[in-house]
T-cell receptor, first 113, second 109 residues
């Protein structure tokens, strides 16, 4: 089955630790995206990537880093520099020329203890 | 700055009622407006609207766009408990989707 997978579903980390969230897609999509969702604020774009080895900052990139070494994978690292990392993180993908048709993964809920 | 605002933020109704959710936007280089339904995890696509005045319909859900007044509405008739969710409005600008805060809809039996 084609789709987007994110892991883990729930993640707990201590303050000061970096943590990496996984996102994989087998839809052969060029573009991939990371969003953060907080209660009452909708989704905000962290980073996006149009092609392998290229990515762009979104609206709230500070404290996050990404890589795009393979078309299928777009991992997100939440660094200790991110001041308020507790949130729900959603990954999405699309054909780049149709980036208004984004398919979302199930999300990872990150809690900082 | 691009902005999408949804109202109300929260709505509680009884099963069988009809509801209208609102979405207004200020986004440069507007390309399309999308509605999603989110039930605890991944948002699922409902509608994409690009032209004013043309109603999109899927079962009990319908939506319409007004590009002159910069808003869209999502109607749900004969609501059911399974309609309980957060409904997200998003607008595609030059290169990215801008999301509203979402409307949390609760349908009581």
């Amino acid at each position: 089955d084609g789709g987007i997978t994110q892991s883990p579903k729930y993640l707990f980390r201590k303050e000061g630790q970096n943590v990496t969230l996984s996102c994989e897609q087998n839809l052969n999509h060029d573009a991939m995206y990371w969003y953060r969702q907080d209660p009452g604020q909708g989704l905000r774009l962290i980073y996006y990537s149009q092609i392998v080895n290229d990515f762009q900052k979104g609206d709230i990139a500070e404290g996050y880093s990404v890589s795009r070494e393979k078309k299928e994978s777009f991992p997100l690292t939440v660094t200790s520099a991110q001041k308020n990392p507790t949130a729900f993180y959603l990954c999405a993908s699309s054909i780049w020329t149709r980036h208004n048709e984004q398919f979302f993964g199930p999300g990872t809920r990150l809690t900082v203890l | 700055e691009d902005k999408v605002v949804q109202s109300p933020l929260s709505l509680v109704v009884h099963e069988g009622d009809t509801v209208t959710l609102n979405c207004s936007y200020e986004v440069t280089n507007f390309r399309s407006l999308l509605w999603y339904k989110q039930e605890k995890k991944a948002p699922t696509f409902l509608f994409m609207l690009t032209s004013s005045g043309i109603e999109k319909k899927s079962g009990r859900l319908s939506s319409i766009l007004d590009k002159k007044e910069l808003f869209s509405i999502l109607n749900i008739t004969a609501t059911q408990t399974g309609d309980s969710a957060v409904y997200l409005c998003a607008v595609m600008g030059a290169q990215k989707l801008v999301f509203g805060q979402g409307t949390r809809l609760t349908i009581n039996p």
